[in-house]
């Protein structure tokens, strides 16, 4: 009896010193785990562009051809060898010449509104990494691309309340499957104006000149100034007729459909108060209309139709880098920041407020359709995020009371920029022309026809539907991604996963070539 009593007491000891243990290593856990995420103190800030990481450069090159795979009109210097001119007469029955430009996507469109957003994205990535890209001879063929598009949009703005958002007719053109070299159909052309307002695509071209003229006012003066002046003659023209282009144009709704306008208004405010200096655009964006447009406190995604996110990392800018501010406008500045935060917070994996919106293999995932393009973005402005965070020695954010050094954002961005190149389940990249396996039937009808063949309106959907992989490599497009079980079919048919698009190229440029190598911030876009 006395035995037995003894050994429950022994095991009641060990019992304790057991539950004891696990306590202690779950306390010891939680402090390591807090204490991973900040470090105490600032990261190093980095000097001018340092080592190349060659993974990342290779894919720059690579991505930053499918520009050129994308061009319209009389072709320069021209680097593709199964693309030609085309497109020559676009613009004619207005008298204007819209030849320039870019098609959208596999097809010979030119849609306005992302097309804007391409250059607005292209811009600020040459700004902010403009230096990364030089040090591996990039910075002159973004520009060129980027300048490709602006004189298109200049161009495409005639007047200061009319401007043309799309040559061709999306019905028409998806009827036929050929070369952009040998289009006979016919282009119409649309516009918005007063009568038939387009506030989100006046905006987002607002957008695309006022940042792309501080693109060029170092080397071309004269270029930005008109640049600048369309900015902010169509950003009026904007907000002072406001109404969506998907209603005034309900044809565009098909393609292109806006959610709403009150984010690129706030985008290109933003833009054009970095462009000018103007604290009326600043005014516009903290204390006139953020706190009905900007949404504060609720984060959202980057995409060619939601700009929020966006507008939210620039303006976070200002309040890294300091900014001769009021009270009130100061207020709004912080707001912006805030949610840049949220965002941030949302997009780290370890976070407690970590988006679920994830495949197994770790890519953020939003949609089924052209699934790569949120992921890319998102780790776009976490990288952003990250820059200015370690040039102006911000030690971490706070992520509902654990803390995320700058280290674990750009940890996020190339986790994104890995599982494009090729570390996802399928092992295959989605960058076209890089790696050993990569998509061989894009939706793309240039990169689907032997360039020696010239066939008609519908002759050419033999191609289409040929199981040959294509004969042309469309260079540097970025296939639409793998649905959410991680699968991809490799068909030409196959649009809603394999078909690469101009606007994400943008963005995967800028991502890439802010991996290319580290450096610091500018700290002031001007």
């Known amino acids: 009896m006395g035995e037995k009593s003894g ?15 696990l306590v202690v290593g779950a306390v010891v856990y939680t402090i390591k785990r807090k204490i991973s995420h900040s470090n105490g103190g600032a990261e190093p800030v980095p000097g001018p562009p340092g080592a190349i990481d060659k993974k990342y450069s290779e894919a720059l090159k690579i991505a930053m051809q499918f ?16 693309r030609g001119d085309s497109a020559l007469k676009d613009g004619s029955e207005a008298k204007l010449d819209l030849s320039k430009g870019m098609y959208d996507a596999g097809d010979h469109m030119k849609f306005g509104f992302p097309m804007a957003f391409t250059a607005t994205v292209l811009s600020w990535s040459i700004l902010e990494y403009g230096d990364q890209m030089d040090a591996v001879n990039q910075l002159e063929p973004a520009k060129d691309s980027l300048k490709w598009i602006t004189d298109y949009l200049v161009n ?46 006046a905006a987002e071209t607002a957008a695309a000149m006022a940042a792309a003229s501080l693109v060029f006012k170092k080397t071309d003066s004269t270029y ?11 950003f009026s023209f904007a907000d002072k007729f406001r109404a969506s282009y998907s209603e005034s144009i309900p044809d565009v709704a098909t393609y292109y459909n806006s959610t709403g306008y009150r984010d690129e208004l706030l985008w290109a405010a933003s833009w054009l108060y970095h462009a000018t200096g103007d604290k009326s655009y600043l005014q516009y964006v903290t204390v006139e209309n953020g706190k009905d447009f900007a949404n504060w406190g609720s984060p959202t995604w980057f995409s060619w139709d939601n700009k929020l996110a966006g507008a939210q990392v620039l303006l976070s800018r200002l309040s890294f880098f300091g900014s001769d501010t009021s009270a009130s406008e100061n207020s709004g500045l912080q707001n912006y920041r805030k949610t840049a935060e949220a965002v941030m917070c949302g997009l780290l994996p370890d976070s407690p407020s970590a988006t ?40 971490t954010i706070s992520c509902s009371g654990d803390n995320y050094k700058p280290s674990d954002l750009r940890k996020f961005a190339r986790s994104q920029a890995d599982y ?14 890089y790696g050993d396996k990569y998509p061989q039937y894009v939706h793309h009808r240039g990169a689907s026809i032997p360039s020696d063949a010239s066939p008609g309106c519908s002759d050419g959907f033999k191609w289409l539907n040929s199981t040959d ?24 048919n196959n649009s809603m ?12 440029v800028g991502l890439l070539s802010s991996l290319v190598t580290t450096s610091s911030a500018l700290k002031s876009l001007s």
């Open 7 to 21: 050994s429950r007491g022994w095991w009641a000891w060990l019992l304790v010193v057991v539950i004891l243990a």
């Open 67 to 82: 520009f050129d795979v994308q061009k319209s009109g009389k072709l320069v210097d021209n680097k593709i060898s199964w």
């Open 156 to 201: 495409a703005h005639p007047s200061e309340n009319v401007l043309y958002i799309q040559v061709g007719d999306p019905e028409v053109d998806h009827k036929c499957w050929n070369r952009p070299e040998d289009m006979t159909e016919k282009r119409p052309l649309t516009q918005v104006n007063t009568s038939s307002p387009g506030t989100e695509v």
């Open 224 to 234: 930005s100034s008109t640049l600048l002046k369309h900015a902010q003659q169509l």
């Open 356 to 395: 679920s919106s994830r495949t197994d293999g770790g890519l953020i995932w939003v949609s089924q359709w052209n699934s790569l393009q949120h992921p890319v973005a998102s780790a776009f402005l976490a990288v952003l995020y990250s820059d200015y965070m370690l040039t102006t020695r911000t030690a």
């Open 420 to 433: 494009v190149l090729g570390k996802n389940p399928m092992k295959m990249s989605f960058l076209v022309g």
């Open 469 to 492: 992989p294509n004969p042309n490599v469309a260079i540097g497009g970025m296939a639409g991604g793998p649905f959410q079980n991680e699968t991809y079919s490799d068909s030409r």
């Open 497 to 508: 996963q394999g078909e690469p698009t101009t606007y994400n190229s943008a963005i995967l």
